[in-house]
């Protein structure tokens, strides 16, 4: 009954920006840590952000720092992911995931998680 649906991924040139969503059903989102990962081909998994239940931790992979923006909106059963300055190596498919607990912090590694979308494909031309 847990489902997580990710949409907002696309075609956008170098330089540009997109909204990733992550929308939760069969759950209260507000109790999760979420995760946002992506995957390019023939690459490792890679933990892009992570956002506490509380909004109150956030935590970006090195590549991605400055440039993206996690935000949840509990209301919504939602969580974004602001993708600005886009670059060809941004591109791949963009997962979310979430884990139980109002205690859990963030963290960027996969194997925490308990709970996944089933991706969103970001392409970035350049």
Known sequence: QVQL?????GLVQAGGSLRLSCVASGFTLGYYTIGWFRQAPGKEREGVSCIRESGGQMQYAVSVKGRFTIARDNARNTVYLQMKHLQPEDTAVYYCAST?????PCRLSGSYYASWGQGTQVTVSS
């Open 100 to 104: 139980y607990g109002s205690d859990r």
């Open 5 to 9: 649906v990710e949409s907002g991924g």
